[in-house]
């Protein structure tokens, strides 16, 4: 598991429920649901690919050595037998689709961990599901072929965090994770962990595909999706984060996540 990503610190709950129901008269199964404040589960996978539409919170999900944000009004779509952990800072209301492993295979749903813009369609379809008495009915059937019509229609969302494999690596990320504000360049942070920034400059781009700059950036833009749900200002996260200003910050944001601030706070249209 990656070291540079803190969880909340409370017990870790066991997964049990719908992801290991195998049964084949159920292809899609839906649940509706909220999440806890500090709310973290037991790492775990199980058969059934999931979809979780998170609704006034922000959802935080480890899979392997990456992370993925999914804040208000977007999804997260986690294949079947992916090892992976949920958890929160604030609470939330969530809508689940667990979707049998033959269904899963469909031709244009996601094939690895993808964080997705919902839709309220798709909303309005799992919240009729969940309401079906007989999850095997015809009726429940319908919904679930419109429920994986409209996945493989929504648009992905760049709420991706990639980790790191290699230690020295993986130390330099746990440091900028837990300091997000940190101005220092790289190259005094490798001393700190005895090595040198080319070698770091190296592995992130190795690693992660980014260079250390773009990734910094998209942590900062990330850890800000969490403070934008606790109702930080753009003033207080520039302060916070270590921008030289709010525009500085929003300018920075929307060039790494595609839209302004103000686009993933709870009242937005």
């Not at 959802?59 to 977007?74: C, T």
């Amino acid at each position: 598991m990656p070291k540079h990503v803190e969880y909340p610190s409370s017990p870790l709950r066991e997964p049990t429920g719908d992801g290991f129901d195998l049964s084949p008269r159920r292809p899609v199964i839906a649940r509706c649901g909220t999440l806890g404040s500090g709310f973290a589960v037991q790492p775990h996978a199980h058969p059934r690919a999931q979809l979780v539409l998170c609704l006034d919170g922000t959802l935080r999900l480890r899979a392997g050595e990456d992370v993925w944000m999914v804040p208000h009004k977007h999804a997260v779509w986690i294949p079947g037998g992916q090892r992976h952990q949920l958890s929160t800072q604030t609470a939330l209301r969530v809508r689940h689709l667990y979707v049998a492993p033959q269904f899963a295979a469909r031709a244009g749903l996601p094939q690895s961990c993808t964080v997705l813009r919902g839709s309220p369609l798709l909303r309005g379809i799992v919240e009729r599901l969940a309401e079906v008495a007989d999850p095997a009915a015809p009726a429940a059937r319908r919904l679930a072929w419109v429920a994986l019509d409209e996945i493989a229609r929504l648009r992905p969302a760049a709420l991706h965090l990639p980790g790191a494999r290699d230690s020295r690596l993986a130390m330099a990320m746990a440091h900028f994770l837990r300091h997000p504000e940190e101005r220092r360049n790289l190259a005094e942070v490798a001393r700190d962990i005895g090595t040198s920034d080319r070698t770091l400059e190296r592995l992130f781009v190795a690693e992660t595909g980014m260079t250390f700059r773009d990734w910094r950036g998209k942590l900062r833009c990330m850890v800000a999706l969490e403070g934008i749900e606790r109702g930080e200002t753009s003033t207080a996260l520039a302060g916070r984060l270590g921008y030289s200003s709010p525009s500085a910050f929003i300018a920075a944001f929307r060039r790494q996540l595609g839209a302004p601030p103000s686009a993933f706070r709870k009242d937005a249209v």
